[in-house]
């Protein structure tokens, strides 16, 4: 059987990457997919201790159902914007969209 | 070394370097094609977790829709941002950095991990009976379960009212 | 252990233990080779489908199709396989190599995947998961990345726009499909293949949700774009859209692809609804079960060809309101009153099978009802206006 | 359980390799010939004017949108269906309830126009 720490560690490697990609890529929708390496370390992290901590509840497995409908909500809604702002202002380069208000 | 813990570094491995591919690659394209290789991997890693539910709803929420509708953003806005332009902004070094040393506090907190071992599933645990019968129960996740649906109602709306708005000239 | 299957697998088990395999290593390796014969007779069956499909279709059409290879032309396809095989693979210019290569594989190996959780006959499925028909949903719609990365690695106008319409296409017609797949699953109450075969022993489930088989019925066809949803690979129209820049074999696997899909859908649609490999005597002789399965596929198969044989091609927007204005709403209205009505009725101690077909009648006449009325009010304000009927009533329609 | 997972994995294998075969052996019987007309993008005989990055319509996101947003809400409802026969009757309608939210979401893209080919 693999242990639990194992799991933990790639966990936390794959959100080390996501972050990497949120904080140093210019493009929007590159950023959405940091988030989304990052939200999928966090459900693995999830069910790995669910597997091995707290097996006895489906705790754990709805809990990864609702981020999941989280993070489809979030790229929606996020690409939605991103695709606005492209319509008005021609860039998705997230440090030329640094205005609330044009 | 036993089977699944050969499997689990294998997968681990391939997940990690598209993870990092997907956050370095020039192309988006490219990087959108990386990011499901990379939860393609999270997906067999749940079925090694011993949950095929969540590996099949991976591959069928994360793949054939998410990761299919990044990429449909990323044609509808590429001639924004050609993919020759510089891709990392100048405090990439600083980020990192940022990004090390959280990933160092987060391996420290790991450490004190306890050393469980995955205990015996019984059939009910992975039974999608029991699942959908907590989902609407009420006292189970129904508050969860409505709510997911109302927020799946609002990004809807809000998505296509974002969108749809008609751009200067349009 | 009385059926043939498992006791066959139960000798090889045996066999190979006794000669000395350690136990875990043989069930490993026996899974391994049912599965690389399983994935390989799949796709050999693509062959003679091509040339059942070629021959049914010239006879609708009062042609004689292919007879000059072999005896009634039962070796074209090997023919045409090898003439495929001996052209050159052209990558065009500016393509991105590695993914143009790739699209192809996904295609095939999504739709191949596909077989592994397919009941074949009593106690004989590849993988027996308690999430079958999941599984179908998710790996049925990896086909649509591989269309995706055909359209973006060719590096051509014309298979980028007719990826992302089939893409379209597909992705659409997925929404009534997962809508409709709802009421098997809880006619049966269980999302595993075998499962839902088994609770079919005394009803198919043709019978209690009519309209389901008929919403997945259709939307399987939308998504595998066979006539009437071909518009987006029109031959005769359009380039052949998404796969336009693949030559010799990388167009054959597409096509082979297209074939087992429709292979595939018809022994899901067989499993689902029809029973799968239900059928009188089965409990005394389970092989025979598999023959039924094979009968009830073809039945579907024919089913298809004759709709390509028969049906005209629709517009483009006609396949858009069609799935969005009446499959899709249709397919919300079933689910609601299938799970309200069979619920009641349980509760109340009413005939399931009666009960379900009666409601299925009633949203049937209403549906009928509704769209004669709206076709009614569309021609009226034709007439108005006395305009050309640029817009036809409702693809729907009568 | 860990069987079953393994044959999914070794035929979605096989699958691809089903189709990577004939891809090989073409590389290796068929003729390589490459010249610069014939690795032309293929455009009906006119010359290509310039990249293939063709502007798309928005439409294709909206769809891809409603997609995902159903697909997330059939993940929902398969466990609730699979349970379905031993549910209460308050259980039945508060999946109904799911699904007419939903449904509601749909009539305002219908409403908004969003669902028309353009």
């Known amino acids: 059987m693999v242990p639990l720490s194992w799991f933990l560690i790639l966990a936390a490697a794959i959100f080390s990457v996501g972050l990497f990609g949120v904080l140093a890529r210019r493009n929007a929708i590159a950023i959405l997919m940091g988030i989304e390496l990052m939200l999928n370390a966090v459900n693995l992290n999830l069910l790995a201790f669910w597997r091995y901590l707290w097996s006895d509840s489906l705790t754990g497995v709805v809990f990864i159902m609702i981020v999941l ?22 860039t998705v380069v997230v440090e030329e969209i640094d205005l609330l208000k044009w | ?61 994360y793949i054939d829709a998410i990761a299919i509708l990044i990429i449909i953003g990323v044609m509808l806005t590429r001639t924004a941002m050609s993919d020759t332009a510089r891709q990392i902004n ?29 205990g015996l599933l019984v059939e009910d645990q992975v039974s999608m009976e029991a699942l959908g019968r907590v989902l609407v129960d009420v006292d189970g996740f129904i508050l969860p379960f409505e709510v997911a649906s109302v927020l799946l109602v609002a990004a809807l709306v809000g998505a296509i009212l974002v969108a749809m708005t008609p751009a200067r000239g349009d | 252990m009385s059926d043939p299957f498992t006791a066959i697998g139960q000798f090889i088990t045996d066999l190979l233990i006794s000669i000395g395999i350690d136990a875990v290593i043989t069930n490993i390796l026996l899974t391994v080779i049912a599965a690389v014969l399983l994935g390989s007779v799949v796709g050999l069956v693509a062959i003679i489908t091509i040339w059942a499909e070629r021959k049914l279709l010239a006879r609708v059409q009062d042609r004689l199709g292919p007879n000059r290879v072999g005896p009634y032309g039962l070796l074209q396809s090997f023919a045409d396989i090898f003439k495929l095989i001996t052209k ?97 699953v809880m006619l049966a109450g269980s999302m595993g293949m075998t499962k839902i075969v088994e609770a079919q022993s005394g009803t198919w489930f043709i019978l209690l949700a009519p309209l389901a088989a008929l919403i997945f019925f259709i939307s399987s066809l939308a998504e595998l774009g066979r006539t009437p949803f071909d518009l987006l690979e029109a031959e005769s129209e359009i380039v052949a859209g998404f796969h336009i820049e693949y030559s010799g074999m990388g167009f054959g696997m597409f096509m082979m692809g297209e074939f087992v899909h429709a292979f595939t859908i018809s022994a899901l649609f067989a499993v689902i609804f029809l029973g799968g490999w239900q059928g009188p005597g089965i409990e005394s002789f389970p092989p025979l079960g598999f023959l039924y399965f094979l009968l009830k596929i073809v039945l579907v198969y ?45 509760e109340n101690g009413f005939n399931r099978t009666a009960v379900l077909l009666a409601s299925n009648a009633i949203i049937v006449l209403v549906t009928a009802f509704l769209v004669r009325a709206h076709a009614a009010s569309l021609r009226r304000r034709m007439e108005v206006t006395d305009r050309a009927p640029i817009q036809q009533p409702e693809a729907a329609g009568d | 359980m860990t069987l079953d997972w393994l044959f999914i994995g070794t035929i979605l294998v ?105």
Not at chain 2, 90 to 96: S, V, Y
Not at chain 3, 305 to 331: C, E, H, V, Y
Request: with cysteine; hydrophobic share 60%; aromatic share 10%.
């Open chain 2, 90 to 118: 100048r405090m990439w070094l600083g980020a990192a950095f940022a990004c090390l040393v959280i990933m160092a506090g987060l391996l420290a907190i790991v450490s004190q991990a306890p050393t469980a071992t995955a």
């Open chain 3, 302 to 346: 024919f089913v298809i060809i004759w709709i390509r044989g028969t049906f005209p091609r629709i517009r483009i927007d006609q396949m858009n309101s069609f799935n969005w204005k009446f499959i899709t709403p249709l397919a919300l209205t079933v689910l609601i009153v299938t799970a309200l009505v069979d619920k009641l009725a349980v």
């Open chain 3, 88 to 184: 050159e693979f052209l990558i065009p210019k500016g393509a991105d190599r590695y993914v143009f290569i790739m699209a192809p594989l996904v295609v095939v190996g999504g739709v191949i995947g596909l077989w592994a959780v397919m009941p074949l006959a009593p106690g004989l499925a590849g993988a027996d998961i308690n999430v079958g028909l999941l599984y179908i949903i998710a790996i049925g719609a990896i086909g649509t990345l591989g269309i995706i990365m055909a359209g973006l690695s060719s590096n051509n106008k014309y298979a980028m726009l007719g990826a992302f319409r089939t893409v379209a296409q597909m992705l659409s017609y997925t929404v009534p499909l997962l809508l409709a797949l709802l009421i098997p």
């Open chain 4, 14 to 118: 096989v699958g691809a390799g089903m189709a990577a075969a004939p891809i090989a052996l073409q590389n290796i019987l068929g003729p390589r010939k490459p010249n610069k007309t014939k690795s032309e993008t293929y455009e009906c005989g006119i010359e290509t004017v310039g990249d293939s990055w063709v502007q798309l319509k928005g439409q294709y996101y909206i769809f891809g949108l409603i997609f995902l947003i159903f697909d997330i809400e059939a993940v929902f409802l398969f466990p609730w269906a699979v349970a379905y026969n031993r549910l209460q009757f308050y259980m039945v309608v508060e999946g109904v309830v799911f699904i007419l939210i939903l449904a509601g979401g749909l009539a305002y893209a219908w409403r908004k126009g969003a669902l028309e080919w353009v």
């Open chain 1, 69 to 90: 409908a989280v993070a489809a909500a979030e790229v929606a809604v996020g690409l939605a914007l991103i695709i606005s702002i492209y319509r008005r202002r021609s």
């Open chain 2, 1 to 61: 070394m036993t089977g699944p813990q050969i499997i689990f570094l294998a997968v681990g491995a391939v997940t990690l370097i598209a993870a990092i591919m997907v956050v370095t690659v020039p192309r988006l394209v490219h990087a959108g094609l990386w990011l499901i290789l990379a939860l393609a991997g999270i997906a067999v890693l749940f079925i090694l977790l011993d949950n095929g539910f969540l590996a099949v709803i991976q591959v069928a929420i």
